[in-house]
């Protein structure tokens, strides 16, 4: 992208770099350190002034001590091919003193310290990964690896060849329309992020491969593994198989099922964003019995745990209102009739208890009448392990007033979401007619909300789910709905949990770089300079909070590593002086001191 010269800021922005005018920050755009006032010099026009200040705060100070930060070239236009002239000794001026001289010979950037432009490639190292078949045309838009990268990463893609464009998420290069920010985010906070895909036909090749790296972001859409002709459970197994090596994997299969699956509203159902009612059903026998006994109490939720965008979600009512006034005073019976809405679409269908029941079992069978629901039920089918269960939640008649989609970045809450559905629906699930409202992190509307699950819910997350040992994933959400009854105060309404995702979430600004049929060749330069910041800041968080992860991770195995060694030298001096962990314990707080 070429740049030119813009007048000097004023106002704020002048103000601001008044009291910071030698302090140097990283521009991750090209890598190159410049004060405050350079930078909103050459931002201003293309951002809001709020906007650049926040992309200050986001960019990495110069260290004082050591080498220094190389100094930036002047930002002017380039000339055309042929007729740019590089002065090989010229000393750079600071963006406040360089002037663009129309017919002034100027020193353009290298190459190398830019965005590739379409047809580059930087994913051919620092691991190589040669070996790999490429699908990928470039890489669009990714900024130049670090020679020195403190942790090498990688983000694994999969391009389904039996789908045009290589499936729906991608951009006209082949890549997810979303790789770039995560991967420049990576390589800002000093680590390199290799741009790779899975090709199930390699997969022993793959994983000799990626043993290498230090840590992988799996950015595999649920089902195009096995849409390309691949197992799920292989590459599963493969990544596990990592996990156990010590190579970091975000999110990991263990965290996206057990996040993912829709029982993880049971293990947090005794927490404040939980409900004590709600119940899984894994056999015929307990979701028949289970159902009919909430069914006759109150509205039900129903969710299958495989679906997605809405589908297999059906919010319930009996059509008579004949609810019992306490749980398991009654059932209901066979021949009840159930009004019911599904998520996926919202529409409507009636049928009886033993029909729904019948469906959810066996699919579209004679006893399950006549289906318009896209999916085919069977929710059941295959068992516990093959991911087979159905939740059961009491309805929230508040859904129609919209959820909160809180976009997390690790225990980090980056924005709010209010979906709130079209009229006379129940879904926002997104092409439903849904409305969309954005919100920070400090939205005081959602104020109790924010501190209770942050502060008090969020620690407890991963441990109710049984996975302790594993971190909370890079980019994650979490859907909130209203409990409370109308009326209820704000500082006494109850929201509660009704989905984590951490599998694939989606940039919704990068949107644009995504193909649709009236935009086949979009690509990463098409989103917006605005949302393109934004991006940018997400990629950015992630891309720190990955790599405390890896230092906490670094620090603790050879801190395991140190006290291996201890014991083995006590051990050699007398058994049990090994064994006497007080004396472990001070001799290694001795070393640290």
Sequence with gaps: RERQRIPAPTGILEARASIMPAEKRIDAEDGVAYTFEELAEYYKGKYKKKAIEAYWDEC??????????KEPEPKVKAKSKGKAKAKTKAEPAPKSKAKAKAKADAAPKKE????????????????NVSPLTKMTKDDLGLLPQPKKPRFKTALVGIYVRSQ???GTDKSSNGHRYDSIPFAN????????????????????VFFEVVKNFDALIVRCNPGQIKADGGYQNKFDDGMRALRKQGIQVWPSPDVMEFMGAKDALCKIADMSIGLEDTLAYYDAAAFSAGFKKTMAFQPRVIKQNRGSAGEGIWIIKLKS??????????????????????????????????????????????????????????????????GGQLVDQRFCPRIVEGELRYNMIGDTLFGIIHKKPKEGGISAVSGTGSIYTFYGPKEKKFANLTK????????????ALGLTEEPIPLWWTSDFINASPPGTPEKDEKWIVGEFNCSCVGISKCLAACITDDAPNACFSDIAKKDALETRKIGSQ???????????????AKAAEAMDSLKLILKSAGPKLAEDENLTKKLMEWKRS
């Design 112 to 127: 190398s310290g830019r965005p590739a432009l379409a047809g580059q490639y930087r994913s051919g190292k620092p691991v």
């Design 60 to 69: 990495k100070p110069v260290k004082k001590k050591g080498k220094a930060a």
């Design 321 to 386: 209102g004949n609810y019992c006034k306490s749980y398991g005073e009654r059932s209901c019976a066979d021949d009840e009739v159930l009004d019911m809405m599904e998520a996926n679409d919202n529409h409507s269908e009636e049928h009886t208890v033993a029909e729904f029941v019948e469906f959810c079992l066996n699919g579209r069978t004679a006893k399950s009448g006549t289906w318009t629901s896209k999916g085919v039920g069977k929710y059941l089918e295959g068992g516990k392990e093959a």
């Design 452 to 463: 209770s699950f942050l502060g008090t819910d969020l620690a407890k997350i991963m441990p």
């Design 185 to 204: 985010g990576m390589i800002g906070a000093d680590m390199s992020c290799q741009l790779i895909n899975y090709v199930h036909e390699e997969h022993d």
């Design 164 to 166: 045009p464009n290589g």
């Design 542 to 556: 992630v891309g720190r909070k990955a790599l405390n992860i890896l230092d906490k991770a670094q620090k603790g």
